[in-house]
């Protein structure tokens, strides 16, 4: 059947040649069109760790794409002005500037672009040289953001693609937007790419920073064809036949490219678009990294080198700070942090999200804990806080931290000057057994002295009892790393262990 249409075609298209009526774009549309989309997100890293990941491996994975074809679109769906340890001292410039030597086709902001607060975002994002879209994404006044878009069409060998981006919508609760505005990104992406269709959009495709249940609904709406997302950190890859959702994990460790053969038949009202996916991973451990992105980034890291390379003290017992310990149970490097911002600041409670300690790594007995240790651990640039609020907003508090225990969520607590016994079986809202503080029940009526970030008092990561307003906040410029740094100096070995601070039963 198909050397039958094929003959057919081609005899049709030789009557037409001959007559003098057939055009050369006319001819080109009938042939598949291979298109390219090549997706990060979540990179934080500058360069590789234990020879993977980094932008100078994935520049070669890009590069070597463009080469081989001009119908590559490289996305960037988010997550890389914050949190490193660089963008605790230039709050991700450096970041702008190693993209701008690896332009992508379209960038969209994840909650971490927002961490430094709504006037950094706009500076980093006026520095860009590469179009930013996120369609749901306002200023106060409900006005786009300068340099900002919500979606364009660009042509890749005759093939218009309506691209549209969106950022995460929940970002006021993870990051520090102010008084930006965030749509449901659902109905949002929906609308755009029905307009991008109208307009002649041959194929959609719509670029996020979303979360699973978020990805999920876009797939079921059939929101776009093609959909590109950040925020999860997975390597994943779902079609169902119909939609394509792509998330290429985090550090640039993967590379998704989704190869997408595009066929047009016919001309007006009969003229269709038919499309299929293919996926390549690249683990990069296998790439060599880009020699002229390798350079630029050398001469970050040796800046850094200058201020973080300092010993603050020895570890004496195991440290985990991956992402699955300091979000899922108490950690033993919980409970450091959290002693160190409780004792720091003279409370008589400490809370911390798990979210915030971010570095994934393991410490043996004997390493070294740095400064550079530190600020990986600790790189939101954080302040400490000391609130004073009821103890019923403290149980509050906890059961907030423990309600999305299932998903890993960062707002698990690390605790320090409590004890709580939890069921995670039970209901979110009423998963907290039993609190006490300095070794007596909690007094819900009573007042306690807990230490916290600026973060979480103003509700992030959903601590709204901590933001009470009635609580009155000790701010002040001291960040929470650096409470840290001058703890580990007068402890000079580091022995914290799981205790029993928060047992599940």
Request: proline share 4%.
């Amino acid at each position: 059947m198909r050397a039958l249409f094929d003959r057919r075609s081609l005899l049709a298209a030789l009557s037409l040649a001959a007559a003098g009526v057939l055009s050369a774009p006319a001819a080109r549309a009938a042939d598949p069109v291979k298109l390219t989309f090549v997706l990060v997100n979540d990179i934080y890293k500058m360069n590789e760790d234990q020879g993977k990941g980094g932008i100078p491996r994935l520049a070669t994975v890009v590069k070597a794409e463009r080469a081989k074809s001009q119908n590559v679109v490289f996305a960037h769906a988010g997550d890389t002005l914050s949190p490193s340890l660089m963008s605790g001292f230039d709050q991700g410039q450096h970041m702008i500037s190693l993209f701008n030597a690896l332009p992508p086709d379209v960038f969209v902001p994840g909650n971490h672009e927002f961490d430094f607060g709504r006037e950094v975002y706009l500076k980093r994002m006026g520095e860009a040289k590469f179009p930013v879209l996120a369609a749901n994404l306002r200023d106060a006044d409900g006005s786009i953001l300068p340099g900002h878009k919500d979606s364009m069409i660009i042509e890749r060998d005759g093939i218009k693609i309506g691209i549209v981006g969106a950022t995460l919508e929940n970002t006021p609760a993870l990051s520090s937007p102010g008084p930006l505005k965030f749509a449901a990104t659902v109905a949002t992406v929906t609308a755009a790419t029905r307009a991008l269709k109208q307009q002649g959009a041959d194929i959609t495709l719509a670029v996020v920073h979303a979360d699973k249940q978020t990805g999920q609904a876009l797939m079921a709406a059939r929101a776009a064809d093609v959909i590109l997302s950040g925020h999860n950190h997975d390597l994943h890859i779902d079609y169902d036949g119909r939609t394509s959702l792509t998330e290429s994990g985090e550090d640039a460790d993967y590379v998704v490219a989704v190869d997408v053969t595009v066929t047009i038949k016919g001309e007006g009202s009969a003229r269709t678009v038919a499309w299929k996916p293919n996926y390549r991973i690249f683990d990069t451990q296998d790439v060599k990294p880009d020699p002229e992105l390798l350079e630029k980034v050398k001469v970050f890291e040796t800046e850094l080198s200058k201020e973080l390379d300092v010993d603050v003290a020895t570890v004496g017992a195991p440290l985990d700070s991956r992402s699955a310990t300091v979000r899922g149970g108490e950690a033993a490097i919980g409970n450091f942090i959290a002693d160190a911002l409780r004792i720091q600041n003279e409370a008589e409670v400490a809370i911390v999200n798990g979210g915030g300690i971010r570095a994934n790594k393991e410490y043996k007995p004997g390493d070294k804990l740095t400064r550079r240790n530190i600020l990986a651990e600790l790189p939101f640039g954080n302040k400490s806080v000391v609130t004073r609020v009821t103890g019923r907003a403290i149980r509050a508090a906890l059961e907030n931290g423990f309600s999305q225990v299932e998903q890993r969520a960062g707002r698990f607590p690390q605790v320090s000057g409590l004890k709580v016994v939890a069921d995670f079986k039970a209901p979110a809202g009423s998963r907290v057994v039993s609190i006490e503080i300095g070794g007596k029940p909690i007094d819900e009526q009573k007042t306690y002295s807990v230490a916290t970030n600026d973060f979480m008092v103003r509700g992030g990561d959903g601590y709204t009892s901590l933001a009470d307003p009635s609580a009155t906040g000790d701010t002040g410029d001291k960040l929470i790393a650096n409470d840290v740094m001058v703890y580990a100096r007068k402890l000079g070995s580091v022995t914290a262990a799981v205790e029993g601070r928060i047992t599940v039963r």
